[in-house]
C-alpha cells in the first residue's frame, strides 16, 4: 500500500523570503552567520583528556553508587523501571561500556564540537537555557543538552514548521522522520536511538508546554518566524517525569529591545504552498509583547489533498517591581484539511497522484493559556504556573467518523534556592504539580461519509499529582554534580457508553533517582555521565 499522508514533507520550500523590519523604519533581509571554532590539535587534546582522567574517575564512581541505589523505584510501567533484585549485571556493563565510549569520544569531542559550531548548532560558555525549569548555565548542566543558537536557525530559511528546521539542522541524537506514519499534524521524534513516537518528548515554547493533552505534539502550533534559540535535552529528568521519558525541547521566541519591531514575510514552494507570516514584537518601561501570526496552505501529492493552517501565539509580560515578572501565553491554532487514501501497488503504478474514494476531511481546533508568575525572593527564585488547554478534533477516516474533545489543566510551583557551601555553589530546586486531563471519544460508521451507527463512545479521566527534589552542586568552575528525586502517582478511569469492557480504572506510582555529573574541559570541551531511573 503506498500513501502519501504528509505532502508538504514531499514538496521542498522555494527561496523567497522577504523580511520588513519596521522597528527602525527600514528594510531588511535574511542573511547567513556562520560560526568558526579553532580547537587545536589533536594531540594537545589527547594528552589534556588522560591529565583529567582521575577526576572522571569521580563521574564514575557516582554512576556506581545510583546504579545501586537508583533502582529501588516502583514499576511505573511494563518497562520503564528496573526491579532492585535483577539486572545488576547489566549495570555494570553500561558503566564499563560508558568508561570506553567516554573515554573514546573524549579524543573527538573538541573536535566534533568544533564541525557543530560551523553550524551553530551547539553553543557553550555564558548561555542560560530554562529547559530544566530554572535557569542554569549550559555547560553547568550536567545533562546531555544541545542549544541551537538564533544564528544557526537564519541558515535554514524556509522552514514553515519546527520539525522541518529540526529535520534541516539533523542535531546528534534527534532523529526526525521526514514522513511520518501517521496524520502530518502528529509530529514525530525520537532521541538515543529510541523508538519514534509522537508523544515521549515534552515540547515547551518559552517553558510553556505545547503537546496536547494526550501528549500528542502537533508541529504546526509551535512559532517559528522569530526565535532566539531552541534548547534540546535528549535524557530524561527528574523535574519532568514520565512525561519526557525522551527529552525535552524548548523554544525560546526572542525579546525585542526597542518599543515596536516587526517583520513579515511569504514563502513559497512546490505544490501550492504558501506561508504567509506577521510578527510584531517590543519592549517598553516594565511591559514586553510578542506576536506571532502564520497561515499556512499547501496541496498533497495526490489529487484532492491539501491543508490550511492558522497558528497564532502571543506573549505578554510585566514587570510589577525589579523581583517579579507576571507573564501570559495565549496559542490558537486551526487545520482544515482533506488526506489522501491509500494506493494499491497497481493503482500506484497506473497513476501516484490519482486519490480514489471517498474524502478524508479533518478539522483540528486547538486553545492553549498560561500564566506564569515569577519573583526573585533574595537566595530564592519562585515560579507559579498555571495552563490550561482545549482541544478538539474532528475527521472521517477510512469509512469511520472520529471526534476527540479533551482539555487539561496544569498548575505547578517551583522553588529554588542558592547558597554556597565552604566555596562551592549548591542549589536546590523543590516543585510539585497537579495535572487533570480528560477526553471524551466518539466513533460512528460513515460509510460514503455519511455519519451513522455509533460504534465507540468513551470518557477518560486522567489525573496525577508530582513533586521533585533536585541538588545542584557546583564543586568548581570545571565540575558540577547533580542529584534528584520525583515522586508521582497517576489515576485512570474510563467509562464505555456502547461497550461496556471498555469501562476501567487503575492507578500506580513511582519514585525516581537521578544522579549525574558535569565536567567542563579547558579546550571549550564538556563531557556528561548520569544515571536515571525514569
Same mark, same amino acid.
Not at 433 to 455: K, Q, S, W
Given at each position: ?17 522577504? *523580511? ?13 552567520? &556562520? ?66 565510549? *567516554? ?6 569531542? *573538541? ?42 536557525? %537564519? ?31 502528529? @509530529? ?26 494526550? @501528549? =500528542? ?47 513579515? @514575510? ?87 497522484? %490519482? ?17 506564569? =508568575?515569577?519573583?526573585?525572593? @533574595? ?8 495552563? =490550561? ?32 557551601? &565552604? ?44 513533586? =521533585? ?36 480504572? %487503575? ?28
Amino acid at each position: 500500500m503506498y500513501h502519501w499522508l504528509n505532502p508538504k514533507r514531499v514538496a521542498r520550500w522555494g527561496s523567497q523570503s522577504v *523580511t520588513m523590519a519596521i522597528g527602525d523604519f527600514s528594510q531588511s533581509f535574511l542573511c547567513n552567520i &556562520g560560526v568558526q571554532n579553532v580547537t587545536g590539535d589533536r594531540k594537545e587534546v589527547v594528552r589534556i583528556m588522560f591529565r583529567n582522567a582521575l577526576r572522571i574517575g569521580i563521574a564514575f564512581k557516582i554512576m556506581f553508587l545510583g546504579c545501586v541505589i537508583g533502582p529501588c523505584g516502583i514499576d511505573y510501567t511494563d518497562s520503564s523501571l528496573w526491579p532492585c533484585q535483577k539486572h545488576y549485571l547489566k549495570h555494570y556493563m553500561v558503566l564499563i561500556l560508558t568508561l570506553v565510549f *567516554t573515554l573514546v569520544g573524549m579524543v573527538d569531542h *573538541t573536535f566534533a564540537e568544533g564541525r557543530a559550531e560551523e553550524h551553530g548548532t551547539l553553543t557553550l560558555g555564558d548561555v542560560v537555557v530554562t529547559a530544566p525549569k530554572m535557569e542554569t548555565q549550559v555547560n553547568k548542566t550536567p545533562t546531555n543538552i544541545t542549544v541551537i543558537s538564533k544564528e544557526a536557525i %537564519q541558515q535554514y530559511p524556509g522552514n514553515a514548521t519546527v520539525f522541518d528546521l529540526l529535520s534541516d539542522i539533523q542535531v546528534p541524537g534527534l532523529y526526525v522522520p521526514s514522513i511520518p506514519n501517521s496524520l502530518p499534524v502528529d @509530529g514525530q521524534l525520537s532521541t538515543r536511538g529510541g523508538e519514534v513516537s509522537a508523544w515521549a518528548v515534552r515540547f515547551l515554547v518559552n517553558g510553556i508546554e505545547f503537546n496536547k493533552g494526550n @501528549g =500528542y505534539i502537533v508541529p504546526g502550533r509551535i512559532p517559528v518566524h522569530d526565535i532566539e534559540r531552541i534548547e534540546i535535552i535528549k535524557t530524561p529528568s527528574a523535574e519532568y517525569g514520565d512525561q519526557a521519558i525522551g527529552g525535552v525541547i524548548n523554544l525560546v521566541t526572542r525579546t525585542a529591545d526597542k518599543p515596536l519591531e516587526a517583520k513579515a @514575510g511569504i514563502r513559497t514552494g512546490g505544490y501550492g504552498t504558501e506561508d504567509y507570516y506577521a510578527v510584531i514584537n517590543g519592549r517598553q518601561d516594565r511591559w514586553s509583547y510578542f506576536l506571532d501570526a502564520g497561515f499556512l496552505n499547501f496541496k498533497g501529492y495526490q489529487h484532492g489533498a491539501y491543508e490550511d493552517d492558522v497558528n497564532l501565539y502571543s506573549r505578554i509580560a510585566y514587570q510589577p517591581d525589579d523581583a517579579s515578572t507576571i507573564m501570559f501565553h495565549g496559542s490558537r491554532y486551526s487545520s482544515d484539511a482533506n488526506y489522501a487514501n491509500s494506493l494499491t501497488l497497481a493503482q500506484f503504478e497506473e497513476d501516484p497522484r %490519482q486519490n480514489p474514494g471517498d474524502d478524508q476531511p479533518l478539522d483540528d481546533n486547538y486553545y492553549l493559556g498560561a500564566l506564569v =508568575y515569577d519573583r526573585s525572593l @533574595g537566595d530564592a527564585d519562585l515560579s507559579l504556573k498555571m495552563e =490550561y488547554k482545549d482541544e478538539k478534533t474532528q475527521m472521517f477516516w477510512s469509512g469511520l467518523w472520529f471526534e476527540f474533545d479533551e482539555w487539561e489543566a496544569h498548575p505547578e510551583l517551583t522553588l529554588a534556592w542558592h547558597h554556597n557551601i &565552604g566555596t562551592m555553589r549548591n542549589m536546590i530546586s523543590i516543585g510539585g504539580e497537579y495535572r487533570y486531563h480528560e477526553i471524551d471519544t466518539l466513533l460512528n460508521m460513515a460509510p460514503d461519509n455519511v455519519i451513522g451507527t455509533r460504534i465507540g463512545d468513551r470518557n477518560r479521566e486522567d489525573t496525577s499529582w508530582a513533586a =521533585y527534589l533536585q541538588d545542584e552542586l557546583r564543586i568548581t568552575d570545571a565540575l558540577t554534580l547533580t542529584a534528584g528525586l520525583r515522586y508521582d502517582y497517576y489515576q485512570q478511569e474510563q467509562v464505555g457508553n456502547v461497550n461496556a469492557s471498555n469501562t476501567w480504572e %487503575q492507578s500506580n506510582s513511582a519514585i525516581s533517582p537521578k544522579i549525574g555529573a558535569s565536567y567542563s574541559f579547558s579546550l571549550q570541551g564538556q563531557n556528561t555521565v548520569g544515571f536515571s531511573n525514569l
